[in-house]
């Protein structure tokens, strides 16, 4: 099963300011198991955070993680790889063993430039982060899979962040035989060049994502709904 949405036009005409675009830690697929925090319906990326973990938090983030029967869900923070927090949505079971994957949802930080001395500073971050999701990001997260391909680069808006934009893709993940979709979603704090970027994995074997407002009802969709700036 495949997603098919409509690819938003992104014209690279106006040339790109010398300002580099980074990401900090890694992302990666790999089990998540380490550092697994205490389950809430509210997620804070904040100062405390940053103390207990031995972290730097460079933007503070509020975000709502749905939670209801039938669905289990492992907070971990600081997992593996150098992402800050991480989500890993499963059907609910009585023992690790009855759980079927569903989707995962990791939360790195990077640096988009503000482009303050632009005549459109949105469409100047906007274009920087196609370039960086469309060269970097996506080789990346799908060198190690089969049949990876990249469906859609469009704007979004998600909660209070300032020029998002998302990457849909799929791969096959040929280790567990499932067929994936890949959606990284970088998005620009308002008032700062240190930001975050997203990336969630669905199992579209078990999630039926088929248009932008199936995407927008899974369970990441929803967490990214909710992303708060603070």
């Known amino acids: 099963m495949r997603i098919a949405l409509l690819l938003t036009a992104l014209t690279f005409a106006v040339p790109l300011h010398a300002q580099s675009v980074t990401l900090g830690g890694e992302v990666t697929f790999n089990p998540l ?62 023992t690790p063993q009855e759980r079927f994957f569903l989707e995962d949802l990791q939360v790195t930080d990077a640096v988009i430039p503000l482009f ?35 469906l859609a680069i ?3 808006e998600l ?14 993940d040929q280790n567990f035989e499932e067929n994936t979709m890949l959606r990284v979603v970088i998005l620009p704090h308002p008032n700062q060049e240190e930001s975050y970027m997203a990336v969630a994995s669905i199992n579209l074997d078990r999630v039926p994502v088929t248009n ?19």
């Open 33 to 94: 198991t380490v550092g697994e925090i205490e389950t809430s319906n509210i997620y804070n990326l904040d100062q405390a955070f940053a103390e207990n973990h031995g972290v730097d938090v460079p933007a503070p983030l509020r975000v709502l993680v749905p939670q209801h029967d039938g669905l289990h869900v492992q907070a971990i923070a600081v997992p593996d790889g150098g992402a800050l927090m991480a989500f890993v949505f499963s059907q609910a079971g009585d």
């Open 116 to 150: 303050a001395d632009s005549e459109d500073p949105i469409h100047q971050r906007r274009l920087v982060a196609a370039r960086l999701l469309e060269e970097e990001v996506f080789p990346q997260l799908t060198e190690d899979y089969e049949r990876a391909e990249i």
């Open 154 to 156: 469009e704007t979004v």
């Open 159 to 172: 909660g209070n962040a300032q020029a998002a934009l998302q990457l849909i893709g799929g791969y096959y």
């Open 212 to 230: 932008a407002e199936t995407l927008a009802a899974s369970v990441s969709g929803r967490v990214l709904s909710s992303w708060l700036y603070e």
